[in-house]
């Protein structure tokens, strides 16, 4: 990480991504379900804070940027919030499996290097449910062309983010099962505001769901 990484991007980011109405709908729809402990993946800035509903219990945040941690911490002191946060990688959590009621990602997946492992980990740690609001690939072919050749210049801007990621594709394909996922309409540039807004559930073992009927 260099001095955009750590020190420029981070403000940027906590700027562009600010609540106005529609990033404020589009935060709290996907964070109503929580409950619990939860875990957030690519915590940034704390915006999420304000938009968890009182059945969370315990939050444990995790993102690697130390520029995102300061702007974080100031917002939690700022809200009155305790949130366990650690700067590590999302592709090796140190936590035990099945330890989190719910993982939440928001706009993450995009920029996570290895977002196949990282979603490895997530089936791992979790208990049966995490919820997701991300933007990636668009639907339309024509638009998904224009995010494949503006990729590589969007990820150097953008610190790592990837506009052309199918995150319904990644999300399955780490063997969670997709429940009622939406595209709502973004006021962003259709090469960036494709978003998936949605629930994963990870499938219950034979002799786990035994053991969940017999409490």
Known sequence: MGVWSDSIFPRVL???????????????RPLAPAQGRVLELGFGTGLN????????????????????????????RELGMTVEHHRISAE??????GSFDSVVCTLTLCSIPNVRAALAEVTRVLKPGG?????????????????DRLNPLWKVIFDGCHIN???????????LALRGIEHPRMRAPRIAGY???????????????AGIAGR
Do not use: C
């Not at 968890?52 to 917002?75: C, F, K, L, Q, W």
């Not at 978003?195 to 769901?209: F, H, I, K, S, T």
């Open 92 to 97: 090796a959590l140190s936590f035990d499996t």
């Open 49 to 76: 804070l304000p938009h968890y509903p009182p059945s969370v219990t315990e939050i444990v945040a995790v993102d690697p940027n130390p520029g995102m941690a300061t702007i974080a911490h100031r917002r939690m």
């Open 165 to 175: 990621r199918d995150i319904a594709q990644l999300v399955s394909g780490a063997g």
């Open 131 to 147: 919820l997701f609001f991300e933007h990636g690939r668009h639907a339309e072919s024509s638009v998904a062309k224009w995010q």
């Open 14 to 28: 906590d700027w562009m991504a600010r609540d106005n109405d529609e990033l404020k709908e589009l935060r709290t």
């Open 195 to 209: 978003v998936y807004l949605g629930r994963a559930m990870r499938p219950v073992a034979q002799d786990e769901a």
